[in-house]
């Protein structure tokens, strides 16, 4: 099988829809400050989005490890168990970060709102799934593996801020911000 990360560098269509609305680019795998799992577990950042946030790897191996993601304030949350699961949750849903509830209103209310600017937004999202030969679940799919991801084994990935030894905030729900003592 072909790698996703080469697939998305050589189809336009693909990294075009990644990078909007999905709000993901390869070329920005740099973190904003020093973090590391709270296991110990190996971190690898391999892209972020516009705003500062962070797409690592965790663990070892290839494209099918777990996948959190850290935004520039703070927060952080896994949200997909590899690659192929994280870009359909991209094309899918690419306005997840709107639906902290994981509900279908909440998409529904952001869709709307990207639809209304962008109404090809389903033909170039079939056209960016086809190139990387991924076939796509319902949103109700989608947002119920998120949920999943995030509050089972999410549970077990903790971002910490280095320097200091606090955790991130929980990504998805409330959080305290405390000295990490894992």
């Not at 500062?52 to 191996?61: K, P, Q």
């Not at 709102?113 to 796509?136: C, N």
């Not at 990504?171 to 990490?180: K, W």
Request: glycine share 10%; charged share 25%.
């Amino acid at each position: 099988m072909q790698s996703l990360i080469l697939a998305i560098t050589e189809h336009k269509d693909a990294a075009t829809f990644l990078a909007w609305p999905g709000d993901f680019e390869l070329d920005r795998s740099e973190h904003v400050e020093e973090v590391h799992l709270a296991s110990g577990a190996a971190l690898e950042g391999f892209a972020g989005d516009g705003s500062g946030g962070t797409f690592f790897f965790c663990g070892d191996g290839g494209e099918e490890r777990p996948v959190l993601y850290a935004d520039s304030e703070g927060s952080a949350g896994l949200v997909a168990i590899g690659l192929p699961e994280l870009l359909r949750l991209l094309l899918v849903v690419p306005w997840w970060r709107d639906c902290p509830g994981f509900t279908a209103e909440e998409s529904a209310e952001a869709a709307a709102e990207f639809l209304e600017d962008e109404p090809d937004l389903p033909e170039r999202r079939d056209r960016a799934a086809a190139a990387l030969g991924l076939t796509l679940p319902t949103e109700a799919e989608v947002l119920a593996r998120l949920r999943e991801v995030a509050t089972g084994p999410g549970k077990d990935y903790v971002l910490i801020f280095t320097p200091e030894n606090t955790a991130y905030e929980p990504l998805f729900g409330e959080g305290v911000d405390e000295t990490y003592t894992g």
